[in-house]
């Protein structure tokens, strides 16, 4: 399937089947996510990936009725991290040196510039700065599973204070950023057969 042809095969899916994913599929979907580009390449984010059907149903609680949260094969919780600053930084810096095989001391400039950038921005900025870093993995994860023909819904019509608390995300310094269910579609889900309501490419693109 072509890429086109997979994002229009594509659609945010109301039912899920009982099919479960094979363990190859979903590791190849959170490599996407892993792989992701993001800011300075800090990664701010973490990937939860739920398969416990009693966890799934506590947070049924808090995702407003949506039962596919439940229903589907596994349920990914992507969240971002609340503690950013310096030790943002440190981390990416140490797997850096590893990565790379360059001694910390020659990433210092690297050091000071990416953390002088972070402390720039006021804690809710930092804390914004990071959710957009997890929704750029939460593209690639969407558009991959597309081209894998696995079936997704992106979600954040959810209660995210009750998503943090189920998931014990706030000590481990992490907040939910938005949630997907991946699976397969119901044969019954009506939205599959529904067109795709988009804007025309001359009222979302200029060419200048
Ligand atoms: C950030 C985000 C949050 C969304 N939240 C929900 C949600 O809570 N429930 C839902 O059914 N769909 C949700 N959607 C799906 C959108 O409604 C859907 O992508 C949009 O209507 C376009 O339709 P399509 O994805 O089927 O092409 C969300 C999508 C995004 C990107």
Redesign the pocket.
């Known amino acids: 399937m072509n890429f086109i042809d997979a994002l229009n095969w ?3 899916v ?1 039912e899920f089947s009982t099919d479960v994913i094979a363990p190859a599929q979903l590791q190849q979907l959170l490599d996407a996510a892993r792989l992701s580009a993001s800011s300075y390449g800090l990664q701010p984010y973490h990937l939860l990936v739920i398969q416990s059907p009693q966890l799934k149903q506590q947070l049924l609680e808090f995702s407003l009725g ?1 039962d596919k949260v439940a229903q589907c094969s596994h349920l990914i919780v992507f969240a971002a991290h609340t503690n950013i600053g310096d030790a943002t930084v440190n981390r990416y810096i140490k797997q850096f040196s590893q990565t790379r095989g360059v001694e910390t001391s020659q990433l210092r400039n690297m050091d000071e510039h990416y953390k002088t950038a972070l402390a720039v921005m006021d804690k809710s900025q930092r804390q914004e700065w990071a959710h957009q870093q997890a929704y750029i993995a939460l593209g690639n994860f969407l558009t991959c599973a597309a081209l894998m023909k696995i079936d997704t ?6 209660e995210f204070d009750g998503y943090d608390r189920v998931l014990g995300l706030r000590e481990k310094n992490l907040t939910t950023t ?1 949630v997907c269910p991946i699976g397969f579609r119901h044969p019954q889900d009506a ?1 599959a057969r529904e067109k ?2 988009r804007f025309a490419e001359h009222d979302m693109v200029t060419l200048l």
């Open positions: 594509r659609y945010a109301r949506q819904c992106p979600m954040t019509g959810i938005a939205s795709k309501v």
